[in-house]
């Protein structure tokens, strides 16, 4: 568990959280870093993901190999998010509120082989790169053959 003063830290900008072996979950206090623009949750047991919501200049985020993890937050909250990476999360199912993503320009999400949905991919204007191999069980909706074509570079199978 993360301790509650990480909140305290508010002008922090860049949290990295590598090899965390007992973390299971990110704790709500997350929110506090409204100065935030880089995560990077690498080699961590997480489960669960909270407290995003208060991050409105996070730009960029990184999840690696948090292979418990079956569901990343809402994300429309996540207004200045210009990268989304999601490597090995081999139980996440969907990503949600991908929609009012105005600024995302790279999704990139590999080897997430129960990934089912990226719901509102197709709404995000700025998105210019989206790549999803190793995802065999993604699920494209009707605005998927728009998206491919505004998309400039791409791994994906639509």
Known sequence: MLPRSLGDLEN?????????????????SIGLLTQLTHMKVKDCNLRKIEGLC???????????????????????????????????????????????????RVLDVKNCS?????????????LQRLYASGCPKLQWGGGAGQLRQRLKESDIAI
């Not at 129960?114 to 700025?126: A, F, N, R």
């Open 54 to 104: 208060g991050l409105a200049k996070l730009e960029i985020l990184k999840i690696q190999s948090s292979e418990e993890l079956e569901e990343l937050p809402s994300m429309e909250t996540l207004v200045s998010l210009r990268g989304l990476w999601a490597y090995g999360c081999v139980k996440l199912k969907r990503i949600k509120g991908l929609a009012l993503l105005t600024k995302l």
């Open 12 to 28: 922090l900008k860049e949290l990295n959280l590598l090899n965390c072996q007992k973390l299971k979950r990110l704790p709500d």
């Open 114 to 126: 129960e990934l089912k949905e990226l719901e509102g991919v197709e709404h995000c204007i700025s």
